[in-house]
C-alpha cells in the first residue's frame, strides 16, 4: 500500500474530546472516524486490524469443533418474547416498526437466534454437543458511549453458543472454550489480561469468567490475588474482613452532632475515625418503590450490584426524608422502618464501641455494641473489597487493579431452550431440554485494549499477529533519484514476496514521515536514505523495543522475512 | 466436517411457500432458515459459501485498489439528510429513535457514510484517485421479500465508493471495476450472466450497468441482442420499432362499440388488430395528484419506469371517471383533458387508418391518420420492448430473457461531494469537488442465483471455487468394521492433507446417504463400501456432470487434490 493514496490522516493534535490513549491514538493516526456518539467508521487500516483479529478468533473457534453461521441483525418481537426478554431488556435494546408495523428489535445479543437455529433442526441426542458461532455487527443503545472504541454503540463482535446434554458435558465443554479464550487473546499479543469470575447479568446462569485487559484505563475493578490467583471482578468479589477489635464497651449516649452529617465530618466532631462508626447507605428499590438501607462500617462502602441481588431490584437514588428519615443520622439501633429493606454488611460484624445516627436530627449514638445492643442482625455480604483485604482462599492480601472487559463466557443453563421448547430425543424413549453455554468476544474492544497495552508516547504499537502491514518502508528523499529507484524496486519486491508493506512514496520531509511511522504504530521500519545508500544498506528499527540496526540491502528482503517469521512465532508459541 | 454434529437437517418435502428451485433446496439442504419475512439465518455450509464468495470479492476490490473498511450500520439523520436522501427515500429505510430520542437510519446504502469518512481526511489531489468498501450487513425493508435468498431484508453486501478528479478518470476507473465484476462472477462460478444497462434509481448520476445471472426465476425483464452483444434492462431497454405501413385512410367515423372496452374487445367487435389501434393507458403522478395518459399502439405496453422519467414522479393507479373521462373510450383525437399529462409514444408514428376512443361513453372513432389528424403531436419512447423488436445498434432481432441482479455499478456524478461539501486542492490553488462511482454486489444473492444457475433435480450443484466442502465423503455400511476403521483413517488424511471434506459419520442407509450428498452438492463425492474394498478401491463422482469412476485407495488422497485443483483451475482461467 502506497501511504499517498492510503484514505484517512495523521494528526498532531489531541482530538477534542479524546482522552484514553487508544482513543487519542486510533483518531490521530488515522484508524477510525467518529459517526455519531459511539458509532465509528473503520479507515483501513484498523480495518485490516479487525480482520486479522478475526481470523485468529474464527480459527481457535474452528479449533473447538465451532460450526460458524450467520443470525440477523433485526429479528421479530416474538422471537424475544419466548425467552421474556423483549421486556426484560429496557432502552439498551433499539425497536422499532417495520413498513408493515410489526415490531422488530436489533438484536444485542442471539440466545434466542441460536435456539431458533437449532430448533427441529437437531433432534437427537447423537447431534450433541455442537457449538455455532458468528462474527457480526450489534447495536446496543449504551447510555455512556466513551473512549473510542472502548465502550461504543456499535461494534463487531463473535458470539457463540454451545448446547450440551448434561452439566458435565458442558462443564468439560466450558473448559476448552475458557482455553481457547486464553489461546486467542495471546495470539492476539495481549501480555497482561486475567480472567476474572463475573456476572452474569441479564444472560441468566451461574458459572462465568470475564477477560480483562489490565489497564489504568479500564472501567472494571479487579480484585487479583497475588498469592494463589484468585481474581475477580469487583462487582461479585469477595474478601475476608479485617477483624473488628473495639473491645472496650461503654454505655450507649446520645450526642449532638448538628450539622455533621457524613461520616467524615461526625469523626472529626467525636474525634474518632470511620473504623469506629456504622454509616447508612440509602437507595430506592426500582421494582417496588420501596426504601432501601444498608448498614456498613464508615470506612466500606456499598457493592450496589451484589445488593441489587438481595434486593432483586436496581437501584435509584433515593430523598431519605421521604420517607420521614433525617439525612445524616440514621443509625442502626432500634431502626424499623416500616416497608424497607434493611441490610448489615460483614463489615459490623463484631464490631464493638461505635458511633452510630440516633434516627433524630442533629444527633448520633456513641458507645453501641453489636453484640450487646444488635445480638440478633444477620449479616449479608454488600461491601465493595478493598486493597489489602485477605485473600479467601489463601489469605494473603488482596490487590486491586483496573480491566477493560474484552470477552466473557457464561453457562446458561436451561433457561432459552425450556421457555423455547428445544427438546432432543434421548435413547431411552424421554427427551430434554438442552443445556447451553454461551460465549463473546468483541473485537474492536479487543483492539483498542491491545493499543492501551502496547502504545507509548510517540504512538501505537502492532504485535506482528495483527498488525495492519508488518513493515513501514520509509525511504528519505525521495528527490534523489537513486533514493526513489531503489525505493521503488524493493517496495515491489516486498510485494512480489507477500510481505505486507506500507509505503511511504511521499516526497516530504524526514521528519514527517519518521513521526508518522511511530505513529501508526508497523512492527518493522524500513529505513533507506542516501547515506544508506552510500553503504548499500537499510536501517531496520523495531517499534516496540527500539532496537535499531543497519542491514546489506542485498538481504533485506530475506532478513524482514526471517523477522516478520519470528515475530510471529514468537507470539504464538506462547498461546 | 463430520455430518452427524452438522447443525441442520435435510427434509424430502418442499418447504411451504418455497416456490423458486434455490429457496427449495437451500431450505431442504439445510443451508438456511427464516427468521422472518424476508430474513435468514445463515446456517454452517451457507456461511462458508458466503465466506468464500466475500474472500472472492475481497481478492478483486484490492486489486483494484480497493482499501477495506466498515462503515457503520446505524446512522444519525444529520448524515443523510445532507444529501437529502432522509426525505427521498420513503418506507424502505428504517428509521429510529435512540434513546436520547435522537433520529437513527439504518445504512441500506452507504454514499453518506463514504463522503463522510473522506471528508477532512482527503485534502490534496494526490491522494485521488482511491476506492473504498466495505463487507456488511444491510437492512431494507423490502415490500415484496421472496424466493428465499434472491429478495430479503437483510443481506450481506459489498458496497464501494471511488473519487475521482475528472470524468475521463472515473470511466477509466469505472471500466477497471467493470472487468474486476465480471472475473469475480466467473470466479464464483457463474457461466450464464449478462450485463445490462440500467437505470439509476435513486443514486442519482447517469451511467450504470447491471450484472444479471440470466435464468427464468429472474425478476428482471432483459434485452439482448445476439449479434452485437448490446442487452438492457427492459426498464430502460430501446428498440427500433416495427414500422406503421397503413396507408389507406378512409375519412374518421364515429362508431358505436357498447361494451367492448379493452382492446382485445374492440378489436373482436371491429373486426381489426391491435396493430390498427391506438390506446390510452392511465394513471396518476403521485407527486402532484395529476392525470397521466400515455397513447401507444394496442399491441405495446407502457414501460412504467421511462414514463416516471418523464412525469418526474412516482406512478399511481387511478379512476379515470373521478377526471371526467370514460374508461375504455378515451382517445387521442381532440383530447386536452386540463391539467394533464399526455404522451404519445413512438409506436403511433406513421400510423394511419387505425382506431381510437372516442372520449364518448360506448365509442370509438375509426380511420384516424396520425399525419393527417394528429400532425403537431411530439413523440416519446415510452413503451416496453417487445422480442423481435430491431437492434437500435445493429439491426437484428432482440430477445428478450429474465435475469436476477446480482451487482450493479454506477457513476454518480458529484451529488454527494456537493451536498456534503467535500472538496480537494487543486495544484493551481482552487478547489474541487470530486466526482463518485459506487459499485454493489449482494453475496446472498449471488449464491442462491448461482444455485439457480446451477442446481438440478436431484440438488444443489456448487462450483469447486466456493463450495462448503470440496468433498462429500461416502462411507457406505459403517457397521462393517473393516469400512470404518478405512473411513475414518482416510477421513483423518484428507483432513490433514487441507482436503475440504464434509464425511458422512452415520450409520445409515446408502439410500439416505447417496440421497444427501446429491442434494447438498458438493463438487465430488467419495463413497467407499464393502464392495469397492474388495478391490481397494474408492468411487468418486462428480455432482455436476455425473462422471462416475474407481480409483485405488492408495492413490486417493493425491487423486482429490489434483481433481481439486483442476477444477478451481478451470474456473479462474477463464476469469
Known amino acids: 500500500m502506497r501511504l499517498s493514496k492510503l484514505v484517512g490522516e495523521r494528526i498532531k493534535e489531541i482530538p477534542n474530546g479524546a482522552t484514553i490513549k487508544s482513543h487519542i491514538l486510533l483518531l490521530r493516526a488515522g484508524y477510525i472516524k467518529q459517526v455519531s456518539a459511539g458509532i465509528f467508521s473503520l479507515m483501513p487500516p484498523a480495518q485490516k486490524v479487525s480482520l486479522k483479529i478475526q481470523n485468529i478468533i474464527r480459527d481457535e473457534m474452528n479449533k473447538v469443533g465451532g460450526q460458524e453461521v450467520l443470525f440477523p441483525v433485526v429479528m421479530p418481537r416474538e422471537l424475544w418474547e419466548k425467552s421474556g426478554r423483549y421486556s426484560s431488556i429496557k432502552d439498551e435494546m433499539v425497536r422499532f416498526k417495520d413498513r408493515t408495523n ?26 450433541l454437543p455442537f457449538m455455532i458461532y458468528q462474527i457480526q ?3 446496543r443503545d449504551e447510555p455512556r458511549a466513551r473512549g473510542g472504541l472502548i465502550r461504543v ?38 501480555k497482561n489480561f486475567t480472567v476474572v469470575e463475573g456476572d452474569n447479568g441479564m444472560m441468566g446462569g451461574k458459572v462465568s469468567h470475564e477477560y480483562m485487559a489490565v489497564t489504568p484505563a479500564g472501567e472494571d475493578s479487579l480484585v487479583i490475588c497475588p498469592n494463589c490467583g484468585y481474581s475477580s471482578n469487583m462487582e461479585v468479589a469477595v474478601a475476608v474482613k479485617e477483624e473488628n477489635d473495639h473491645t472496650v464497651v461503654g454505655e450507649m449516649e446520645e450526642v449532638f452532632t448538628g450539622n455533621a452529617h457524613t ?35 464508615g470506612d466500606c462502602d456499598v457493592n450496589e450490584m ?46 464493638e464501641n461505635f458511633v452510630t445516627g440516633a434516627n433524630k436530627k442533629d444527633f448520633h449514638i456513641k458507645n453501641v455494641s453489636m453484640s450487646r445492643d444488635l445480638s440478633d442482625v444477620q449479616f449479608v455480604d454488600v461491601a465493595l473489597v478493598k486493597a489489602g483485604e485477605k485473600c479467601v482462599h489463601c489469605g494473603a492480601e488482596l490487590n486491586l487493579t483496573r480491566g477493560i472487559e474484552i470477552g466473557n463466557i457464561f453457562q446458561l443453563g436451561t433457561k432459552y431452550t425450556q421457555t423455547m421448547g428445544m427438546k432432543v430425543n434421548l435413547p431411552d424413549g424421554t427427551s430434554k431440554e438442552p443445556i447451553m453455554g454461551c460465549y463473546g468476544i468483541g473485537v474492536g474492544r479487543s483492539l483498542a485494549s491491545i493499543c492501551e497495552e502496547k502504545a507509548d508516547d510517540k504512538g501505537l504499537v502492532w504485535p506482528m499477529t495483527i498488525a495492519p502491514w508488518h513493515i513501514h518502508f520509509c525511504p528519505l528523499r525521495l528527490d534523489d533519484e537513486n533514493v526513489s529507484a531503489v525505493a521503488d524496486e524493493l517496495y515491489n519486491k516486498m510485494v512480489a514476496e507477500g510481505i505486507e508493506v506500507l509505503y511511504d512514496d511521499r516526497n ?37 523495543t527500539g532496537e535499531r540496526f543497519n542491514i546489506s540491502i542485498k538481504q533485506l528482503i530475506g532478513e524482514l522475512k526471517s523477522l516478520i517469521s519470528y515475530e510471529i512465532d514468537e507470539i504464538n508459541k506462547n498461546a
Do not use: W
Open 263 to 297: 461520616i467524615e465530618e461526625v469523626c472529626a466532631f467525636l474525634e474518632t475515625d470511620a473504623k469506629h462508626t456504622a454509616k447508612a447507605v440509602c437507595y430506592k428499590a426500582e421494582a417496588d418503590g420501596k426504601l432501601v438501607v444498608v448498614f456498613l462500617r
Open 102 to 127: 410489526h415490531d422488530m428489535v436489533l438484536g444485542m445479543t442471539h440466545e434466542e437466534a441460536s435456539v431458533h437455529m437449532a430448533l427441529n433442526t437437531i433432534k437427537s441426542h447423537e447431534q
Open 137 to 139: 455487527t450489534k447495536f
Open 306 to 351: 451484589k445488593l441489587q441481588k438481595f434486593v432483586r431490584s436496581e437501584l435509584l437514588p433515593v430523598d431519605v426524608e421521604e420517607f420521614g428519615l433525617f439525612a445524616g443520622n440514621i443509625g442502626c439501633v432500634d431502626f424499623h422502618p416500616e416497608n424497607a429493606y434493611v441490610f448489615f454488611d460483614a463489615s459490623l460484624k463484631g464490631l
Open 508 to 544: 516530504i520531509s524526514a521528519g514527517i514521515k519518521l513521526t508518522d511511522s511511530e505513529l501508526m504504530g508497523m512492527p518493522i521500519r524500513v529505513l533507506i536514505s542516501p547515506k544508506t545508500m552510500a553503504n548499500m544498506e537499510a536501517e531496520i528499527t523495531m517499534r516496540e
Open 153 to 190: 454503540r456499535e461494534f463487531t463482535m463473535k458470539d457463540a453458543y454451545s448446547f450440551h446434554l448434561s452439566q458435565e458435558d458442558l462443564d468439560a465443554y466450558y473448559k476448552k472454550v475458557y482455553d481457547a479464550y486464553v489461546r486467542i487473546y495471546k495470539r492476539i499479543g495481549f
